[in-house]
């Protein structure tokens, strides 16, 4: 699976958007890209997924850019319970092969 | 939506025992389920892949002596950590992949946090 690079940690203000950066530059033609978040001491909680195509969901926007090495996590009306760890995945979807693997997350910290 | 459960949430148990960690599916049949462990401030990193009837896959560097998987029903799979050492301490993390969703989604229990004394 494509290796991904997201920034250490980014800091938003409650009730503004929260934009989280992905790049993917390896990223293959049938790998989609996954996002995830990590709220301390839990599971992690899936938040939208997708190929090329921009997608939105009641959580999240996901942005990927055209030549889809790299994409944008929209939180669009950033709260405190989202301050988390978020992860961006990239994986092949067919095969029993396909598995998550978790990169090193970007620290969302949100603040009144 | 999807729920897996994890039991315990957290265990304490004594250097040189071996303690087990439950992963259930709750309201959906696994095919698949994987093995994470965490560390403080560090990433979920993949232990194993474990398929309902069939042997867990192992990643490099992951003992399958010591972390001993069975995944016997589509909705339960197991984690026994033999002959427990303080390094073992950490926060293990299940995850299931639901059979009937037609996709590959993956829903992660919410850990089981291992303290080795």
């Given at each position: 699976d494509a290796k991904t690079t997201q920034p250490p940690s980014m800091d938003c203000a409650e009730g503004r958007a929260a934009n989280l950066p992905c790049n993917?530059?390896?990223?293959?033609?049938?790998e989609y890209v996954y996002w995830y978040r990590q709220i301390h001491s839990q599971g992690p909680q899936y938040i939208i997924h997708g190929l090329k195509n921009n997608e939105t969901n009641e959580m999240a926007s996901l942005i990927i850019t055209e030549d889809r090495k790299s994409s944008t996590l929209i939180l669009p009306h950033a709260t405190l319970r989202d301050t988390a760890v978020y992860y961006c995945i990239v994986r092949v979807?067919?095969?029993?092969?396909s598995k998550l693997t978790f990169g090193t997350g970007t620290r969302l910290q949100v603040t009144l | 939506g999807a729920v897996v459960s994890q039991h315990p949430s957290w265990v304490i148990c004594k250097s040189g025992t071996s303690v087990k960690i439950e992963c259930r599916s709750l309201d959906f049949q696994a095919t698949t389920m994987f093995w994470y462990r965490q560390f403080p401030k560090q990433s979920l990193m993949l232990m194993a892949t474990s398929n309902e009837g069939s042997k867990a896959t192992y990643e490099q560097g992951v003992e399958k002596d010591k972390f001993l998987i069975n995944h016997?029903?589509?909705?339960l799979s197991t984690l026994t950590v033999t002959s427990?050492?303080?390094?073992?301490s950490s926060f293990y993390i299940c995850s299931a992949r639901d059979l009937?969703?037609?996709?590959?989604e993956q829903y992660f229990g919410p850990g089981t946090r291992l303290t080795v004394t």
């Open positions: 993917h530059s390896t990223i293959s033609g049938n979807e067919e095969g029993t092969a | 016997a029903s589509l909705t427990a050492h303080p390094e073992d009937l969703a037609g996709v590959y």
